[in-house]
């Protein structure tokens, strides 16, 4: 649970909000998401149909809505083009020398989650895994406790069982306290099984390419170039579900140049950050690095909360380098999301 060091966050107008994403699993769990998958949303699809279709279960949109923070604020509504977290649990190979601890530290983010990962895989905690054996590795749901929550309710609603309430009181190390409003809690996910469908998507997900034929490309960034205004002013003016719906529409749209890649991320980890749902802004300033590989963070010019978000999310990826932040001074950083600064070279 997010507490002190495992920090508490609490959002701009009293609203505390889970990341997702995707999973994922960040600042209190540096391990990444065992093998959660990208989709990207079509054309008249629901979150009931796509958890039918990968999962054989519509009950299971409740886990689609949590990773990736869709009860964000009002609640943010998917729109074709929306990239979407799909939480699957991860495989291992034990390697020599390994065990259950030094797993949970490695796949879980703290070796006292071993326990978790031993009866994820049907063992005894004090009986190693062996050589070569292949474990099941649970995915880390992030969710934000809400009114009237508890340990209780929280395993029965994901976990089927209010028993379970003690494991996730050892797995987020509660030490028996209850749970607040805006407490994030990690809930380890095993019973996540795929339909051949779902595999069929989770294979192909790496290899995910948009393909858009001739033309098309051309008038994806002339109506971008419109939308990009609209968008801006959407985060400026504080309507940021909308900036996250037109932002994601948007990179839905077709192919956009890098410039209006970057733009459009920018918007959405400024909305993300306005609405505390930390995980996707992790993602989006990820992509926005990608996108900018120029990019330098200022602590003067940029809420705490966007340079905390990019700093994190190196942790995501390798693909881009990390962005360069610039040491803060002793003067308080405004709270409100801001344009950061480019470096002198290679900068728009």
Known sequence: MLRQGLGRRHGPWGITLACVATTLALTLAPARPADAFPHVVRSGETLAQIAERVYG???????LVAANSLDAGRGLSIVPGMRLEIPSVGHHRVTAGETWTSLADTLLGHPERSDVLAFANEAKPWIQPTEGQEIRVPYNLRYVAGPGDSTLTVAYRFLGQRDKAWMLDRYNRLGGESLQRG??????????????????????????VRSEGAGQA??????????????????????????VTRGNRLLGSGDLSRTQLAQIQQR????????????????????????DPSLVLDPIELSPKIVRACTNA?????????????????????????????SPVGGR
């Open 57 to 63: 279960r519509v009950e299971m949109e409740q886990i």
């Open 183 to 208: 407490d994030v809690v990690l809930v380890p996910l095993t019973e996540l099984e795929l339909t051949a469908e779902g595999k069929a998507l989770a294979a192909s997900a790496g290899a995910l």
């Open 268 to 291: 959405l980890v400024e909305a993300y950050v306005a609405l505390d749902a930390q995980g996707l802004a992790e993602t989006a300033c990820l992509a926005w690095r990608e996108a």
């Open 314 to 342: 190196s942790t995501l990826g390798a693909a881009a380098p990390p962005a360069a932040v610039i040491p803060s001074v002793p003067a308080s950083a405004s709270a409100a999301p801001s344009s950061p600064r480019r």
């Open 218 to 243: 051309r008038e994806a960034q002339r109506r971008a170039e419109v939308e990009l205004p609209q968008l801006a002013a959407d985060v400026r003016n504080g309507r940021y579900v909308d900036a």
